[in-house]
């Protein structure tokens, strides 16, 4: 699975939209970007997911370059239940390796009043 | 909720015991996966069940072991405890092998001392 990059760390005014950034410029034709957050003493939540389309679903949007080297989730009115860290991770939809996630440190979003 | 439930919350062990946790998955989720989470840091893939067969594992040394039933539920063992083995124990449970979507358990907490 590719590797990807994440600042450690962002700050967010509540209400205001959060933009995660995430690299990838290693990532082959058959990965998709994959999100998933964890609240503090919760288990990981998959927030969304896509190939090379921007998506969008209840919780967040997904931009995703051109060349699939970046990608950006965004939340679109941050709230304070949203303070997490933000895991951005790749695999291939089926086969191979698929079967596992590779999480890397992910971003501490924090959310301020 | 994800309606995957973990037993128990929390867990002291001495060195060089043994110790069984559980997972409760979602009815109908023939696939279950195990990871290890050490503090401040991301999951990191242990294992991966799919119909009471190990589909896939990370690596882990044999002494972590794994069993999956027919009721949805699974047990993750580990022999000879490490000091090192202290971490979050987290299951997530899918549709299938290759589901975009993971579920994940709250955790056990496991302290070896």
């Known amino acids: 699975d590719a590797k990807t990059t994440q600042p450690t760390s962002m700050d967010c005014a509540e209400g205001r939209a959060a933009n995660l950034p995430c690299n990838h410029s290693?990532?082959?034709?058959?990965?998709?970007v994959y999100w998933y957050r964890q609240i503090h003493s919760q288990g990981p939540q998959y927030i969304i997911h896509?190939?090379?389309n921007n998506e969008t679903n209840e919780m967040a949007s997904l931009i995703i370059t051109e060349d699939r080297k970046s990608s950006t989730l965004i939340l679109p009115h941050a709230t304070l239940r949203d303070t997490a860290v933000y895991y951005c991770?790749?695999?291939?939809?089926?086969?191979?390796?698929?079967?596992?996630?590779?999480f890397g440190k992910g971003t501490l979003l924090t959310v301020n009043p | 909720e994800t309606g995957v439930t973990q037993s128990p919350t929390h867990l002291i062990k001495t060195r060089g015991q043994q110790v069984t946790l559980r997972c409760s998955s979602q009815s109908g989720h023939n696939t279950v996966s195990w990871y290890q989470q050490a503090l401040g840091q991301g999951p990191q893939f242990i294992f991966q069940?799919?119909?009471?067969?190990?589909?896939g594992r990370g690596n882990f040394p044999p002494r972590f072991s794994g069993l999956q039933f027919p009721n949805y539920s699974s047990e993750l063992n580990v022999n000879a405890l490490e000091l090192d083995d202290s971490a979050l124990y987290l299951c997530?449970?899918?549709?299938?092998?290759?589901?975009?979507?993971?579920?994940f358990g709250p955790g056990t907490r496991l302290t070896v001392t």
């Open positions: 896509g190939l090379k």
């Open positions: 991770i790749v695999r291939v939809e089926s086969g191979g390796s698929n079967y596992k996630l590779t």
């Open positions: 997530a449970s899918s549709l299938d092998r290759f589901t975009y979507e993971q579920y």
């Open positions: 290693t990532i082959s034709g058959n990965e998709y």
């Open positions: 069940y799919y119909r009471e067969e190990e589909n």
